[in-house]
């Protein structure tokens, strides 16, 4: 490991790369997954940093009150596993000698056993220990992720409840939105309103549409609901949203972020999560969570890291 390994791009040049005696990284889940061998959301125990939190249906089993599912709105109620806890997990599974057991004690510590992984080497782990994988926010927010949620869920109750969605689009596209870096802005507004990315679960629009459509449509609900007492608890939770989407925007362009900002993102998110649970029970997805965990790499690095090539497109 000291030698450094080879990795093969995409095109397939192959460079050589080598680990810094401290390392992070920053990538979306299935990365992780990938190259940690976690069980995701397949095991008991869905997030690799919390120890108490376990996938739904699985917290209410619990008399003692230690275990809190993926849907917990408190930061405070999470037990966040220390590196040592984790190490000591993997190395407990090389010592399991049935497959049973061993299944088991995968899905339940959340992460497979692999004899040759990184984090079964002991003397290189510490140079990239659980504390240093970081979720990209990209990825928990933007693409396909808690906003991309909101926005297909917040529709899809329109639809029910309200009308075809074809009002709140019409009306977005007939007003004069300018755009920053595009020339053609009717065009370009009316590309991330496309109807085909307004089906299914999540809005299919790429990171930069996704958040430039979150404020669009705080807009037209603005504009056309507030105040007509429909879709209550579904626009709660989208204007929780939005407040995050505030303090993110203030995160990409702020060259550190302080404790005072890590409090506020989540007081932020714990309010979001709770009143998303009243609008949506039954649609928190892991992102939801791993959303407490962008805290991890506020707090180690004192930035707001992501893997956004350019910055979002604002609109006014
Ligand atoms: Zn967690």
């Given at each position: 490991m000291d030698r450094g390994f080879d990795i093969k791009l995409v095109g397939g040049k192959v460079k050589r790369m080598r680990l810094n005696p401290q390392a992070f990284f920053i990538s979306d889940a299935d990365a992780q997954r990938c190259t940690f061998h976690l069980r995701g959301?397949?095991?008991?125990?869905?997030?690799?940093?919390?120890?108490?939190?376990v996938a739904k249906g699985y917290g209410?089993?619990?008399p003692h009150g230690f275990f809190k599912e993926i849907s917990c709105s408190q930061y405070s109620q999470l037990q966040i596993s220390s590196d040592a806890e984790t190490f000591q997990s993997i190395d407990h599974l090389?010592?399991?000698?049935?497959a049973k057991q061993l299944d088991n004690f995968e899905k339940s510590c959340g992460i497979n056993f692999r004899p040759f992984s990184f984090w079964n080497d002991r003397v290189q782990r510490n140079r990239l220990p659980p504390s240093h994988v970081l979720g990209d926010p990209m990825h928990i927010f933007w693409a396909n992720g808690c906003m991309s949620a909101e926005i297909n869920l917040f529709l899809a109750a329109f639809q029910t409840n309200v009308g075809n969605i074809d009002i709140l689009i019409t009306s977005l596209n007939g007003i004069p939105f300018q755009t920053g870096g595009h020339k053609g802005h009717s065009a370009h507004?009316?590309?991330?309103?496309?109807a085909k990315l307004f089906q299914g679960p999540l809005y299919k629009g790429s990171a930069r549409q996704c958040s430039s459509v979150m404020w669009l449509l705080w807009y037209a609900i603005q504009k056309l609901l507030i105040g007509r007492d429909i879709l209550v608890k579904e626009i709660q939770s989208f204007s929780a949203a939005i407040d995050?989407?505030?303090?993110?925007d203030r995160f990409t362009y702020s060259t550190e972020v302080v404790q005072n900002d890590i409090n506020l993102y989540l007081h932020q998110v714990d309010r979001h999560q709770a009143l998303f649970n009243v609008a949506y029970p039954d649609d928190c997805r892991p992102k939801h969570h791993a959303r407490y965990h962008v805290v991890d790499a506020l707090r180690l690095l004192g930035k707001y890291l992501h893997c956004e090539p350019h910055a979002p497109c604002m609109i006014s």
């Open positions: 959301a397949s095991g008991i125990r869905p997030c690799f940093r919390c120890k108490n939190i209410e089993v619990d090389s010592t399991i000698r049935t507004v009316k590309r991330m309103l496309s995050i989407c505030r303090t993110l």
